[in-house]
Every structure is written in structure tokens, then in C-alpha cells.
């Protein structure tokens, strides 16, 4: 009587499995695993022909207020995101606000009085998505003509 009970406990826990393995495979896929499918910068006053974008900073950042906030969208918003931001130039330091989704541009007095331009480089170190924006003191009654 024992080999038969023996047998049949067996089979159960064979069946008890097999369907543990066909309902841990149908689960769906941890939410915090979602990818970031776009970086974009919104806030630009123009763009060249290769698009990329330039915001005149002379009438904001000046020596009593020499921080910008660049704002960007991230899609989806609830995405697993590793957001890092790099400048081009010395005499600009940078901050990250991953909650609100915002660089903070903190300009040195030598780059304000140097009227230096600067491009900022937003990127997600894992899915490496990014967009730019060139920062730039630009002097009115300027124009700049493109080269044809």
C-alpha cells in the first residue's frame, strides 16, 4: 500500500509542477523593466539644417542669475531611466533632477563674462537615447547667414 501512495504523491507533485512552469511562464514581465523609448528636448528658440537645436541664453543667464533649466520629456513616464548630462566646454557645471525630469545649467562667472556657448548633452545610460542642446549668448542685430 505504501509503493501506491508513494506513486500516486508522485504524480501530483509531477502535475503541481508542470503547472507551476505553465503559470510562472504566462506571468507578465516585471514593470520596472520598461525602456525608455524617446529623450526630447522641447524648449529651443531654433535649429541649423541638421537639426540640431540652439537656445539664446544672453536675456536669462547673467552674473546675479547664472543657472538655466533645461527641461525633457521622457516616453514612456514611467519608464526604468539612468539619465546622466555632459557639457562640452569647462566652466559649466550640471545637476540632474531625475523627479522632475530637469538639467540644472550652472554657469561659472568666467563663461558668463566669456560668453561662452556650450552644448548639453542629455542621455539615458541604459537604452543611450539622448538629445542635445547648444546654449548660446547671442548678440542682438546679429544675423547669422548660412553658408551655401
Given at each position: 500500500m505504501s509503493k501506491k501512495i508513494l506513486l500516486v504523491l508522485v504524480l501530483l507533485f509531477s502535475v503541481f509542477s508542470i503547472i507551476l512552469?505553465?503559470?510562472?511562464?504566462?506571468?507578465?514581465?516585471?514593470?520596472?523593466n520598461i525602456?525608455?523609448?524617446?529623450?526630447?528636448?522641447?524648449?529651443?528658440?531654433?535649429?541649423?539644417?541638421?537639426g540640431d537645436k540652439f537656445k539664446n541664453v544672453i536675456d536669462i543667464v547673467n552674473q546675479q542669475n547664472n543657472i538655466y533649466v533645461i527641461e525633457y520629456l521622457i516616453n514612456p513616464g514611467n519608464a526604468n531611466k539612468d539619465i546622466v548630462a555632459s557639457a562640452s566646454t569647462t566652466g559649466v557645471s550640471l545637476q540632474v533632477d531625475?523627479?522632475?525630469?530637469?538639467?540644472?545649467?550652472?554657469?561659472?562667472?568666467?563663461?558668463?563674462?566669456?560668453?561662452?556657448?556650450?552644448?548639453i548633452l542629455i542621455r539615458d545610460k541604459l537604452t543611450l537615447k539622448y538629445d542635445e542642446i547648444t546654449?548660446?549668448?547671442?548678440?542682438?542685430?546679429?544675423?547669422?547667414?548660412?553658408?551655401l
Open positions: 512552469i505553465a503559470v510562472w511562464g504566462t506571468l507578465p514581465e516585471n514593470p520596472n525602456e525608455v523609448e524617446s529623450l526630447v528636448i522641447e524648449d529651443y528658440d531654433e535649429t541649423n539644417d541638421d531625475l523627479i522632475d525630469n530637469k538639467v540644472y545649467v550652472i554657469f561659472s562667472l568666467e563663461a558668463i563674462n566669456q560668453k561662452r556657448t556650450v552644448t546654449l548660446w549668448f547671442k548678440t542682438p542685430g546679429v544675423i547669422v547667414v548660412p553658408d
